[in-house]
T-cell receptor
Framework: GQQVMQIPQYQHVQEGEDFTTYCNSSTTLSNIQWYKQRPGGHPVFLIQLVKSGEVKKQKRLTFQFGEAKKNSSLHITATQTTDVGTYFCAGYTDNFNKFYFGSGTKLNVKP | KAGVTQTPRYLIKTRGQQVTLSCSPISGHRSVSWYQQTPGQGLQFLFEYFSETQRNKGNFPGRFSGRQFSNSRSEMNVSTLELGDSALYLC????????????FGPGTRLTVT
């Protein structure tokens, strides 16, 4: 069935290093969203990508949607301790009319 | 604008009991989705309600049910609780049905003993 795979599961980086998390879908997505969940908190919406090959930036965060609309990535440049949390992608398919969340990448930033 | 609120925040139940969780969406939001979050399974979609109708359902047993009221507030019910139902239950509201930005509530932490 439809699923969204996300890697890596965990990432430990030194403050100032870059970080990337990847999502891959078994089928074509109509759009993909990214969320951040701080420890003990709830997911907070970061961005939505809709177009094939779309790239969006938010300060140090860069989001990409693949040409085939089956994969996406989130890249953080020069991580800071405030980036700590779990990053989830959520792919939406028109076929099933629902979001499929990736398993999340837990980011730990060492000062 | 007030965010999504969920009550109660914490709940302890024993196996076999039933539980009802409540979610009040952001004012003006008509869609409410429910998710179960566990360390092992991540965020699993339960169901989505829009205009008091269940629009979509995840792969959960019939013990999990929900409803939405005319003011868009939603409740979910779990009957005959099992140990494996222990999880964080998150409610998310959005403006409309489908691929809209979702605003999550703080969740209800359910522990089944």
């Amino acid at each position: 069935g439809q699923q969204v795979m996300q890697i890596p599961q965990y990432q430990h980086v030194q403050e100032g290093e870059d970080f990337t998390t990847y999502c891959n879908s078994s089928t074509t997505l109509s759009n993909i969203q990214w969320y951040k969940q701080r420890p003990g908190g709830h997911p907070v919406f970061l961005i939505q990508l809709v177009k094939s090959g779309e790239v969006k930036k938010q300060k140090r965060l860069t989001f990409q949607f693949g040409e085939a609309k089956k994969n996406s990535s989130l890249h953080i440049t020069a991580t800071q301790t405030t980036d700590v949390g779990t990053y989830f992608c959520a792919g939406y398919t028109d076929n099933f009319n629902k979001f499929y969340f990736g398993s999340g990448t837990k980011l730990n930033v060492k000062p | 604008k007030a965010g999504v609120t969920q009550t109660p925040r914490y709940l302890i139940k024993t196996r076999g009991q039933q539980v009802t969780l409540s979610c009040s969406p952001i004012s003006g939001h008509r869609s409410v989705s429910w998710y179960q979050q566990t360390p092992g399974q991540g965020l699993q979609f339960l169901f989505e309600y829009f205009s008091e109708t269940q629009r979509n359902k995840g792969n959960f047993p019939g013990r999990f049910s929900g409803r939405q009221f005319s003011n868009s507030r939603s409740e979910m019910n779990v009957s005959t609780l099992e140990l494996g139902d222990s999880a964080l239950y998150l409610c998310a509201s959005s403006l409309g049905q489908g691929a809209y930005e979702q605003y999550f509530g703080p969740g209800t932490r359910l522990t089944v003993t």
